[in-house]
């Protein structure tokens, strides 16, 4: 255990310890008499839903009918830039796009959710030399923002009803993109600006790292705002996630204490964050550090992790993480006798076009074995080729789910996910929690919650005492390999369909060029294949009224992948995503011959998924030769793909990625 993470247990003990001791606050008695509703006039059941929503990107000097060009940035001279926001181009929302999108919430989604995964950017874009960003307007229009969520999700008490789980992106800080070690006063101010969703005994945690979780059904499911600005590769501000010194190695140590923690409790976790562990050939937006002990912390916690949810990219996609591409090697330093050297990467996620960057997305899904194969496979005995997926369940791979932005560089664009409730119908909820806890300040009244809460923090400095006598030291001491899951215990939520397995998600945009009614006419378009600022498909127009008349606005279905006759996704399982990343890849050019994918697989198998299961009993140190190497003897045996029947997949897929705003047309040409 770090002397971190130590500290953190303890002060989170201590302040536990000191809250349960205090006599009550005057303030507090007197909340205890609206407390009084009985539990069952009160409870609110849970609806198996919540909402992810990203990137708003609130622009408070946005101009109707100004221009989207470069350095303009919807600021001023005339152009096509709509009421509601300058679809498709770069330019970031007006102020009537956030207002109208949470007015949409709260009348359509609000009593339908459970609670909110708000994965940051709101603030605007340094995109205008005449307009610098300055760190009070950021700070300032993320205050506005977070009230405008209160408000919100508050029932007509203005109490806060549903539980909100923010984190911040790379343009809520400044200057963008750079976070220091904490405490700073970056973190300092988020964590009173968050003040009403942070929960108060990790407020001060909170100040050191910008990372903190919330029990969003309280006892059953933690979701983890994860600060991923110290594993973004482009923070200047901080170097990897291997020396103890960095806040990013600090993080995942609290990750790991904490997951260990849930796991002891019975309980499942999400996990959130802002810029998401995209890893191709031409974009790689976490340090490779980070994301080795990502891959490898989801791996070891795959009995309760239920899925990870990022932003940051606006296209609607998905991210598989692959652990056989763990590289114990490169976690090693001790080993290595010096820091693993990264390639240099690609800048900006707009110097590669979003189109190219899907085409590597798909490259490499060409090379995933088939699920289906593997069944009827395995139905002929032959169990060899199981291990081509780690386990019946997919379990080598990860999911990582991304949701478009309500910022309209494509259309704006709201996601609703849903989970499996099957024996959480008497759980109780955030709400009701907070107000038991509310009513229990009183030591006297002691409730066996808080009781609970109190236990499972002294089992965190149990836990990790057993540990430390228990684990064989690794070569690097500083490198603490979390726990795999008890031996026998079933595949976890993310795997297997059970109570908190994502079912499925529906997807809502809102489409401006109908919304702003500006337009008339058909916009030819190429953006996607350009990369660097975007005018939008309608930068060479001019509206079409002098005074903007918008239409009243709206968000409507998208697609839902309950029904989307393509996708047939029966859940969002890991092996349900596999499937469907298997058959997009086969539009690939990559696509592999069978026997060939058997080949690889054979090579593959002394890094397999078993190992790292045995991380503690083996000698650790699995040498372990990158499957990189592989890959590029395979991609000289490439064949040619078989297009047709699965360019419809892709174009599918596509239009999904670029929210309905372009026409298959537009599509075959990328
Ligand atoms: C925000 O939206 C509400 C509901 O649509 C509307 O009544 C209000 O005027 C809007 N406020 C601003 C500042 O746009
Ligand atoms: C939901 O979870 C229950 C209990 O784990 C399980 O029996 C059921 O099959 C799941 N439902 C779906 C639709 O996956
Ligand atoms: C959006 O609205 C425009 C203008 O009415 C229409 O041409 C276009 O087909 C709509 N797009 C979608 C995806 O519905």
Not at 64 to 82: K, L, V
Not at 176 to 190: A, D, F, R, T, V
Not at 402 to 429: C, D, K, M, Q
Request: contains cysteine; proline residues 6%; negative net charge.
């Amino acid at each position: 255990m770090t002397r971190y993470a130590r500290q953190w247990a303890l002060v989170s003990y201590l302040l536990l310890a000191a809250k349960a001791l205090a006599a009550p606050a005057p303030e507090r008695q007197i909340a205890l008499q609206p407390a009084s509703i009985t539990h069952s006039s009160s409870h609110r059941p849970l609806h198996g839903r919540f909402l992810h929503i990203t990137d708003l990107h609130p622009d408070e000097i946005y101009k109707p009918h100004s221009s989207t060009e470069e350095n303009i940035a919807c600021h001023r001279e005339h152009g096509p830039a709509g009421v509601y926001g300058a679809e498709t181009s770069d330019c970031d929302s007006p102020l009537s796009l956030v207002n109208a999108t949470l007015a949409w919430v709260k009348e359509n989604l609000r009593d339908e959710i459970d609670f909110v995964i708000w994965t940051g950017d709101s603030a605007r874009h340094d995109s205008d030399e005449e307009n610098p960003r300055h760190d009070k307007d950021i700070l300032a229009m993320n205050r506005h923002v977070a009230n405008a969520f209160i408000d919100t999700f508050s029932d007509e008490h203005n109490d806060l009803v549903i539980p909100i789980v923010p984190t911040f992106g790379n343009n809520d800080i400044y200057p963008h993109n750079i976070l220091l070690p904490g405490p700073n006063n970056i973190l300092k101010s988020y964590s009173k600006i968050w003040g009403e969703f942070i929960p108060e005994e990790q407020r001060h945690a909170f100040e050191f790292g910008g990372w903190f979780y919330i029990e969003t059904i309280p006892n059953k499911l933690a979701v983890f705002s994860l600060n991923t600005m110290y594993f973004f590769d482009r923070n200047a501000g901080v170097d990897d996630c291997l020396h103890p010194s960095e806040p990013g190695y600090k993080q995942f140590e609290w990750l790991r204490i904490q997951l260990q923690s849930l796991r002891e409790r019975g309980m499942k976790a999400m996990l959130m964050g802002h810029v998401p562990p995209a890893r191709t050939e031409g974009k790689q937006l976490w340090d490779e550090t980070c994301w080795q002990k990502y891959t490898l912390w989801l791996q070891q916690y795959r009995d309760i992790i239920v899925g990870g949810l990022y932003g940051h990219m606006n296209i609607d996609h998905f991210l598989l993480q692959d652990t056989k591409e763990i590289d114990f090697a490169l976690l090693d330093y001790i080993n290595e006798n010096e820091s693993p050297i990264s390639e240099p990467r690609e800048e900006d996620f707009s110097i590669q076009s979003s189109a190219d960057y899907l085409k590597d997305l798909r490259d490499d899904w060409a090379k995933l074995p088939d699920p289906k194969d593997l069944k009827a496979e395995k139905s002929k005995g032959r169990k060899k080729k199981k291990n081509k997926l780690g386990s019946p369940y997919a379990e080598r791979y990860q999911l990582t789910l991304i949701a478009p932005s309500v910022v309209p560089n494509y259309f704006p664009s709201l996601r609703v996910v849903e989970y499996n409730t099957t024996g959480l119908e008497h759980a109780s909820t955030w709400a009701e929690a907070k107000k038991i806890s509310k009513q229990q300040q009183n030591p006297h009244e002691l409730a066996p919650e808080i009781g609970e809460l109190k236990r499972s923090h002294v089992a965190d400095f149990e836990i990790e005492k057993k540990k430390k006598k228990k684990e064989k030291k690794p070569q690097d001491p500083n490198l603490h390999i979390p726990k795999p899951p008890k031996k026998g215990s079933p595949p976890g939520p993310a795997y297997y369909p059970q109570t908190l397995t994502l079912t499925g998600y529906t997807q809502y945009f809102a489409n401006l060029t109908f919304i702003n009614n500006d337009i008339t006419g058909s916009s030819l378009d190429n953006s996607l294949s350009l990369s660097g600022w975007n005018s939008g498909k309608h930068r060479d127009k001019t509206p079409k009224n002098k005074e903007p008349q918008p239409r009243e606005f709206n968000y409507q279905l998208e697609y839902s992948t309950f029904d989307d006759k393509l996708y047939k996704l029966d859940d969002l399982t890991v092996k349900s995503f596999v499937e469907l990343a298997h058959r997009i890849g086969q539009a690939s050019s990559e696509v592999q011959s069978d026997s060939r994918a058997m080949n690889d697989d054979d090579g593959l198998e002394d890094i397999g998924y078993l190992d790292l299961n045995d991380v503690d009993d083996s000698s650790s140190d699995s040498n372990i030769e990158t499957s990189k190497k592989k890959k590029k003897k395979n991609e000289k045996k490439k064949k040619k793909g078989r297009k047709g029947k699965n360019t419809k997949l892709w174009l599918h897929f596509l239009k999904h990625a670029f929210v309905s705003t372009r026409t298959e047309k537009e599509l075959e040409d990328v």
